[in-house]
């Protein structure tokens, strides 16, 4: 069990999502998936097992009893016991510990994974918390000050020592290029005006989406129908800012949605920081696909050899 | 900062008729690397198809009028591939009756701000106005956009209303609403730019249920006064 002592800005349970959008519930899930992977990776969890999202700022959680945790992610400071330790690898925290994660300068989120998982409400086959409807992880909310979280059960295994090579992480610069592909309601004229130049990530910046600044002329079409979302799209509202959607965004939508995010580069939309900078970059389906199966391919790679690890108990 | 930023838009941010589609041809329009949105007059009897039997590769089939959108692995199958998948799969299907849902009633406190502005619209008195809704045979044509919210098809030309100019940034949990050729209830408090005539104690979205959600694509609604 692990008793929250400070909550931290936004911090919920978040697994791989569900897929009931045909119900018109959103997807929820880790926003930084390649987080919540490699975290669970690193002790020794499946890929989509429940762990816990932070925001900006952390959580601070003593521990009831021994726990192996990791943080995957933005570069949060992490202390234990008032020590500084490092991200990006198993770590023991003993019963009686304390764990305090502080800020970050750079990127939004990260994933803290405890082996066995965390417990929470199972909600359409996933714990991930949707704040927006209020349900899923714990109690549909964000963890509140005297929380008592609770694992589930783990078979005992060794730590292991492999820390990550940070270019396996998402990128969390302040400036960032997403990849984007053009939909049907890409007029020429607006896609020029999309791809020209950079956009500031406005303050409005929550797991429902990424707001920009600037605005641009927004083709005002009152006969759109409402159509199906995806996340990673980028709709376009009458104001002419437009609004990057994440995993807990409304499932249709009735705004014209000119381009949508590459799927390589939605962990990277997640990172997007207020303040921060973003350009779109065109690319085809064939470039898209091409470097989602290299991602995939050094995801899968480093899972495997995690694995590996465990299973010697190195 | 984060937790109550964005508005996003609610499909109840949209007017209009259907009409994607000329004749019973099937159109494809691929939404990024991992998504294919098909418009089909068959959309209702391809989302039943997918979900009895899944294409290789899909995900998830999401509805909305005359539209199936699949959302797919990438690593697994291709937009092309599964176009042709999706063609073939449409020429063995034939149209379903339609009306086989279930008759569901749904009582009404009307007064909402807008009730008085939409009677006006039409040209009637509020009374007549909202007799006038309640006499109408509505359809749950799709579910989207937040869990429980349903739309409804059945409004005739007169009743559909424009939206508002800027949509109301919070629309209270079960508010009735028209917008364009729709009728809705926002089961959750959300940003909404459809006309609010008045609302609803039915808890269109309850995880205490069997059945967490209160209606189904096909179902018959009828609004009554509460």
Redesign the interface.
Do not use: C, K
């Given at each position: 069990m692990v008793e929250v002592l400070r909550p931290g800005?936004?911090s919920t349970l978040q697994d791989a999502g569900r897929?009931v959008?045909?119900?018109?519930?959103p997807s929820g899930g880790a926003a930084d998936s390649v987080a919540l992977r490699l975290a669970n990776a690193l002790v020794g969890n499946a890929a989509d097992a429940a762990a816990l999202e932070i925001?900006?700022s952390g959580p601070k959680l003593r521990f009831r009893e021994r726990a192996v945790v990791a943080l995957c992610g933005a570069p949060f400071q992490m202390k234990l016991e008032g020590l500084d330790v490092p991200l990006n690898r198993a770590l023991t925290v003993q019963a009686g510990e304390t764990l305090d994660i502080g800020g970050t300068s750079l990127g939004m989120r990260a994933m803290l994974a405890l082996r066995g998982g965390l417990n929470g409400d199972v909600?359409f086959g996933s714990r991930s918390t949707?704040?927006?409807?209020?349900?899923g992880g714990r109690q549909g909310r964000?963890i509140q000050k005297g929380d008592e979280l609770t694992l589930l059960p783990s078979e005992p295994r060794r730590v292991i020592r492999a820390s990550l090579h940070p270019s396996l992480l998402t990128s969390v610069a302040n400036h960032q290029v997403l990849r984007v592909?053009a939909?049907?309601e890409a007029a020429p004229a607006l896609l020029a005006d999309l791809t020209r130049r950079a956009f500031t990530v406005s303050?409005?910046?929550?797991?429902?989406?990424?707001?920009l600044q600037q605005n641009l002329s927004a083709p005002h079409?009152?006969?759109?129908?409402?159509?199906?979302n995806?996340t990673?799209?980028v709709?376009l509202?009458p104001d002419g800012r437009p609004?990057l959607?994440l995993p807990d965004?409304?499932?249709?939508?009735?705004?014209p949605?000119p381009l949508?995010?590459?799927?390589v580069d939605l962990p990277r939309l997640a990172q997007l920081r207020?303040g921060g900078t973003v350009q779109f970059k065109l690319v085809n389906?064939g470039q898209?696909?091409a470097a989602?199966?290299e991602a995939?391919k050094t995801l899968r790679q480093t899972e495997l050899t995690l694995q590996w690890l465990h299973a010697q108990g190195a | 900062?984060?937790?109550?930023?964005?508005?996003?838009?609610?499909?109840?941010?949209?007017?209009?008729?259907?009409g994607?589609v000329a004749g019973d041809v099937a159109g494809f329009?691929?939404?990024?690397?991992?998504?294919l949105?098909v418009s089909t007059p068959l959309a209702r009897e391809l989302?039943l198809s997918c979900?009895a039997a899944p294409l290789s590769g899909v995900?998830?089939?999401?509805?909305?009028?005359n539209?199936v959108?699949l959302?797919f692995s990438?690593?697994e199958t291709?937009?092309t591939e599964l176009q042709d998948a999706v063609q073939a799969r449409l020429a063995a299907l034939s149209p379903l009756p339609v009306g086989e849902g279930r008759a569901l009633h749904l009582p009404v406190r009307f007064g909402g701000p807008d009730l008085g502005w939409c009677a006006d619209f039409t040209g009637q008195s509020v009374d007549r106005f909202v007799d006038e809704l309640c006499s109408l045979p509505l359809t749950v044509a799709f579910?989207?956009?937040?869990?429980?919210?349903?739309?409804l098809t059945g409004l005739p030309a007169h009743l559909q209303m424009?939206?508002l100019r800027a949509p109301r940034e919070r629309v209270p949990a079960g508010s009735v609403a028209l917008g364009?050729p729709?009728a809705g209830v926002y089961?959750?408090e959300?940003p909404g730019g459809w006309r609010i005539v008045g609302s609803t104690d039915i808890k269109l979205?309850d995880?205490a249920r069997a059945d967490p959600?209160w209606w189904h694509p096909g179902d018959g609604v009828r609004f009554s006064r509460d």
């Open positions: 800005l936004q897929r959008r045909a119900l018109g519930i925001t900006l909600v949707d704040l927006r409807s209020g349900f964000t592909l939909t049907a303050t409005q910046a929550d797991r429902m989406g990424v707001r079409d009152p006969a759109r129908v409402s159509l199906p995806v990673g799209m709709q509202p609004i959607l965004s409304g499932t249709h939508g009735g705004y949605t949508v995010v590459a799927r207020p389906a898209a696909t989602l199966r995939e | 900062m984060t937790g109550n930023a964005v508005t996003g838009d609610t499909g109840a941010s949209d007017a209009g008729t259907s994607t329009a691929p939404l990024g690397d991992s998504a949105m989302l979900q995900l998830e089939a999401v509805p909305a009028l539209v959108t959302l990438p690593l291709t937009a579910l989207g956009y937040t869990p429980g919210f349903a739309f424009p939206r364009g729709w089961p959750t959300t979205f995880l959600v």
